[in-house]
């Protein structure tokens, strides 16, 4: 059994038109909801094997706030450029090289790839993906690289409204 946890970066700042679309940081309301979304997502001590980023700002930025609160090693955090504007293909091809011993894995990164992405794996189809949303998919084989929509299980999605409701 493999898991894969999708996190969209949490929201970023657009207040320096001048920055790279890269160097973007996260914005005020950014800074709220990582944290908050990945105390969230700890609660229940879930184990993460593996937590692989785009190297954009913003994104980095959400993954070492869930490491934080994972007790994950800040510094193994895996930076993978080609997830940066990634394709669904790229995304795939990406935890198609992770290795077997690693049975959760972590993947922070961008819209629109990660919306087209879940959609192209998973049973149930998802309108929309909001910053800082968790979306959980379990795949019934013991390679990544067997990873399809054959053996996928749509888990749950969370996003920072629904859990602010709770």
Not at 6 to 27: E, Q, T, Y
Not at 96 to 110: A, P, Q, R, S, T
Not at 126 to 152: A, G, Q, V
Request: glycine share 2%; proline share 7%; hydrophobic share 35%.
């Amino acid at each position: 059994m493999k898991t894969l946890y999708i996190v969209r970066h949490a929201k970023s700042s657009w207040s320096n038109p001048g920055l790279d679309d890269i160097d973007r940081p996260l914005n005020k309301r950014g800074l709220k909801d990582a944290p908050k979304m990945a105390r969230f997502f700890a609660e229940p001590k879930p184990k993460v094997d593996l937590i692989i980023s785009s190297p954009a700002r913003r994104a980095l930025e959400t993954a070492e706030n869930f490491a934080s609160e994972l007790n994950y090693k800040i510094n193994r955090i895996q930076i993978e450029e080609s997830v940066y504007d990634a394709s669904p293909n790229t995304l795939l091809q990406v935890l198609f090289e992770c290795e077997d011993i690693f049975k959760k894995v972590m993947l922070f990164g961008h819209n629109p790839g990660l919306l087209e992405f879940i959609n192209q794996l998973s049973p149930s189809k998802i309108e929309k993906l909001p910053t800082c949303t968790i979306c959980c998919l379990t795949f019934s084989t013991k390679r990544w690289y067997k990873i399809e929509k054959d053996n996928c299980e749509f888990k749950f999605i969370a996003t920072p409204k629904k859990i602010e409701k709770k």
